[in-house]
Nanobody, 123 residues
């Protein structure tokens, strides 16, 4: 059974930074792409960033490109999301996901989710 546990959320002021972590267990982390999605109040969950299983290829939503960086450490079974220059519109619950798939210019989620971590950015 795959388990994904996020950490690192919190409250920051606009322009600040946070680093999210997602620790995976119970599956084959090193052969799966990993992604981060987010859901703001009243909105659908949306793709934020994806990294392939090698760690060499990454994709980002236009809204976070240049500000967020996804990375992974396969020996530690962990994926990260470094978030810089945060904006109030980045406020959401951020979810880690295993096995997202590309559909055109977007990504759909894989089967496994973490519990989510809240990120709140104040102006």
């Amino acid at each position: 059974q795959v388990q994904l546990v996020e950490s690192g959320g919190g409250s920051v002021q606009a322009g600040g930074s946070l680093r999210l972590s997602c620790a995976a267990s119970g599956g084959t982390f090193s052969v799966n792409g990993m992604g981060w999605f987010r859901q703001a109040p009243g909105k659908d969950r949306e793709f934020v960033a994806v990294i392939d299983f090698t760690g060499f290829r990454t994709w980002y939503a236009d809204s976070v490109k240049g500000r967020f960086t996804i990375s992974r450490d396969n020996p530690k079974n962990t994926v990260y999301l470094q978030m810089n220059s945060l904006k109030p519109e980045d406020t959401a619950v951020y979810y880690c996901n295993q096995g997202p798939r590309r559909v055109g210019i977007d990504f759909t989620a894989g089967a496994y989710w973490g519990q989510g971590t809240q990120v709140t950015v104040s102006s």
